[in-house]
């Protein structure tokens, strides 16, 4: 057998992380034990081969919902059913892991999606010290550009619109009031 087919039969592989920065932490829901285990393998095998390290899967505690319902809808209230229905989740935690990387390893798991599974990440993102000094000054130049834009705000001109009204106002070529036809009544 190909080591290729082996290497399904096993644990995924997984690499180990040097600094311990949480990246992403991605949880899996389900009904079905069976995908959320199977997306779980597949979700570290991808981390495996995008060289993010990858922690998991951790089981979380079970979602149990439970209702009771009346079988008929008149007399009968001794009579009725209980439903159930339990949640099962998985943790995947991504440790020191490039920005640009966690978002093509969480793009590649939604294009691949398993039927019956939900995913909900939380992604970290790490900026410098001072990076509040660089906002500010994009800040400045944001608004100098948007300055001639909000002059015009709220209404429904643009600056060439009204360049045109101002040059038909100013055209000697423009009827008189007392030239115009009268309308047809």
């Known amino acids: 057998m190909p080591r290729s087919v082996q290497a399904v039969y096993l644990k995924p592989l997984k690499r180990k992380a040097i600094h311990g920065v949480p990246s992403c932490d991605l949880q899996l829901r389900s009904y079905s034990v069976r995908n959320v285990e199977f997306f779980a393998d597949f979700a570290l095998r991808a981390a495996y081969y995008l060289h993010l390290p990858a922690l998991g899967p951790i089981p979380l505690p079970r979602v149990i919902e439970r209702w009771t319902v009346p079988r008929s809808n008149f007399v009968n209230k001794k009579s009725q059913e209980n439903f159930e229905r339990i949640t099962l989740r ?5 440790h020191d892991g ?4 966690v978002e093509i390893w969480l793009a590649f798991l939604r294009k691949h999606a398993y039927y019956g599974i939900g995913m909900k990440a939380s992604v970290w993102e790490h900026e410098r010290l001072g990076v509040g000094k660089t906002m500010d000054v994009s800040l400045e130049n944001i608004k100098r550009t948007l300055e001639p834009r909000w002059a015009y705000f709220g209404r429904r001109r643009n600056p060439e619109t009204s360049e045109r009204v101002y040059e038909m106002m100013n055209n000697d070529l423009r009827q008189k009031p007392s030239d115009a036809p009268l309308s047809a009544v």
């Open 98 to 101: 490039h920005p640009e990387t």
């Open 90 to 94: 998985r943790l995947l935690q991504i």
